[in-house]
């Protein structure tokens, strides 16, 4: 595999995901699709701002939005780390009741960090998403489609990314671990749709 799936070409990509390989997988295509979302928020403001009577404003949040940007397509290699790391869990030898003992304690150590890549790449896309509701009334009407194309994106994504989440949660043996990664799940999700549904009020489009 390359050292990174954004140094794959687009139809490398799409062919990787399309085989017998379980990597890139839900998570990582989430983390990309997210990416993607957000990248078209950028490419409305960068538009946007070519013709701004005052670009201050655009300024400020291209700033924070490329960021962000960076942040967001991190996730879609740490999601592969994720995944092979629970594979060499699942490896490890269990002959003896030490040897399984060791690697059930390793396998919950996999599954937690399985569990909060995508939830940390969620959490990204709704810090996204929330630059969306910020941009949505300021960027020209002729990019709003983009601006409404990038946010369903980014809202999609986070429901892909949370579905690792809650494969992950069952080998989870920590109940206080279950239940907070369930609770941040729940509130990721209601804040994307709230995100979202601001976005469409604000350029005045239904679902």
């Known amino acids: 595999m390359s050292a990174s799936l954004w140094d794959l070409s687009a139809a490398e990509l799409r062919d990787r995901t ?15 699709a997210g990416t993607l979302g957000a990248s078209l928020l950028v490419m409305a403001a960068e538009i946007t701002q070519k013709s701004a009577a005052d670009a201050a404003p655009l300024t400020a949040w291209l700033t924070e939005a490329r960021e962000v ?9 740490r999601d592969v780390e ?3 790391a629970y594979m060499a869990a699942a490896g490890l030898p269990k ?3 030490a040897e399984k003992s060791a690697r059930k304690a390793a396998l919950g150590a996999a599954a937690l960090g399985a569990a909060n890549a995508p939830l940390d790449a969620a959490r990204d896309m709704v810090r996204a998403l929330d ?11 002729a990019v709003a489609s983009d601006v409404l194309a990038g946010s369903d994106l980014l809202g999609g994504a986070v429901i892909a990314a949370l579905r690792n989440v809650d494969v992950n949660l069952g080998a989870i043996s920590d109940e206080g ?8 799940r729940d509130g990721l999700l209601d804040k994307a749709e709230a995100s979202l549904n601001e976005i469409r009020r604000i350029l ?3 679902r």
């Open 204 to 206: 005045a489009v239904s």
């Open 69 to 77: 940007l960076a942040v967001l397509s991190r996730h879609a290699d």
């Open 131 to 141: 630059l969306g509701v910020r941009i949505a009334s300021l960027t020209k009407k």
């Open 177 to 184: 671990e279950r239940k907070r990664l369930a609770e941040e």
């Open 18 to 32: 399309a085989s017998a390989s379980p990597t890139p997988g839900g998570g990582s295509i989430a983390s990309v």
């Open 82 to 84: 994720a995944f092979e």
């Open 95 to 97: 002959s003896t009741d």
